[in-house]
C-alpha cells in the first residue's frame, strides 16, 4: 500500500515547454487535489476532483490542466510552462471530498523552469 | 473566502508546551479546522480536527471558541522532532457550493535543545 504516489520527483523545463505531472492513489479514495507551494510559502489550491469524472478550479488554476483519468489517477499538465510555475506540487487525496477529510499528500514534484 | 492568519515563526525549548493561534473570521458554519504538520522536502501530514469547543489526540490538543473565529492548536511537552511547519486549514464554501480548500500561511516552529 504506497497511498499518494507521484513522478517525476524533480523536473527541469525551459521557458514554453510542456509536460505533465502524474499522481496516483491506492486508497479507493474519490477526490483528488493538485497543490503548488512555492518557497517560504503554504499550500495553493490549484484543481481539484471531487470524485471521477469531475474537476474544479482552486485558487491558483491559470496556467493549469488536469485530467482524472479514473478514480486512481489524477494528472496535472502544464501547456506552455512558465518562469512563475517554479514550484513544488503537492498531490493529496480524500475518501470523499470536503474539508472534513484528512489529506493524505505524496511527495511532491519541485519543478524548476527556467 | 475564509482566509486564515497564522504567527510568521515561534521558538521554543524541549519540554515546553507550545500554543499556536490561527484566526479565521470568516469560518463558515459547516466549515471544520484542520491543522496539518509539515517536515522539509515533505508532503503535509494531519495533526488533529475540530468543529467547536476542545478536540485531543495522542500527539495535540486543539482550542476552539464559541464564536469559532479563533483556534489554538497545543503541542504538550515538544521535543526537537517536532520542529516543521504548522499549517490550519479551513473549508471555504462558495457560492456553488463547491469547496475550496485554503491552507493558511503557516507557522514555522523551531524546537531548541
Known amino acids: 500500500n504506497a497511498g499518494v504516489t507521484q513522478t517525476p520527483k524533480f523536473q527541469v523545463l525551459k521557458t514554453g515547454q510542456s509536460m505533465t505531472l502524474q499522481c496516483a492513489q491506492d486508497?479507493?479514495?474519490?477526490?483528488m487535489y493538485w497543490y503548488r507551494q512555492d518557497p517560504g510559502m503554504g499550500l495553493r489550491l490549484i484543481y481539484y476532483s471531487a470524485s471521477e469524472g469531475t474537476t474544479d478550479k482552486g485558487e491558483v488554476p491559470n496556467g493549469y490542466n488536469v485530467s482524472r483519468l479514473n478514480k486512481r489517477e489524477f494528472s496535472l499538465r502544464l501547456e506552455s510552462a512558465a518562469p512563475s510555475q517554479t514550484s513544488v506540487y503537492f498531490c493529496?487525496?480524500?475518501?470523499?471530498?470536503?474539508?472534513?477529510?484528512?489529506?493524505?499528500f505524496g511527495p511532491g514534484t519541485r519543478l524548476l523552469v527556467l | 473566502l475564509a482566509k486564515t492568519t497564522q504567527p510568521i515563526s515561534m521558538d521554543s525549548y524541549e519540554g515546553q508546551e507550545v500554543n499556536i493561534t490561527c484566526s479565521h473570521n470568516n469560518i463558515a458554519t459547516n466549515d471544520y479546522i484542520t491543522w496539518y504538520q509539515q517536515f522539509p522536502s515533505q508532503g503535509p501530514r494531519f495533526i488533529i480536527q475540530g468543529y467547536k469547543t476542545k478536540v485531543t489526540n495522542e500527539v495535540a490538543s486543539l482550542f476552539i471558541p464559541a464564536d469559532r473565529k479563533s483556534s489554538t492548536l497545543s503541542l504538550p511537552r515538544v521535543s526537537l522532532s517536532d520542529t516543521a511547519v504548522y499549517y490550519c486549514?479551513?473549508?471555504?464554501?462558495?457560492?456553488?457550493?463547491?469547496?475550496?480548500?485554503?491552507f493558511g500561511s503557516g507557522t514555522r516552529l523551531l524546537v531548541r535543545p
Open positions: 493529496a487525496s480524500t475518501p470523499s471530498a470536503g474539508v472534513t477529510e484528512t489529506q493524505y
Open positions: 486549514l479551513v473549508g471555504d464554501t462558495q457560492m456553488d457550493s463547491s469547496y475550496k480548500l485554503i
Open positions: 486508497m479507493n479514495h474519490n477526490s
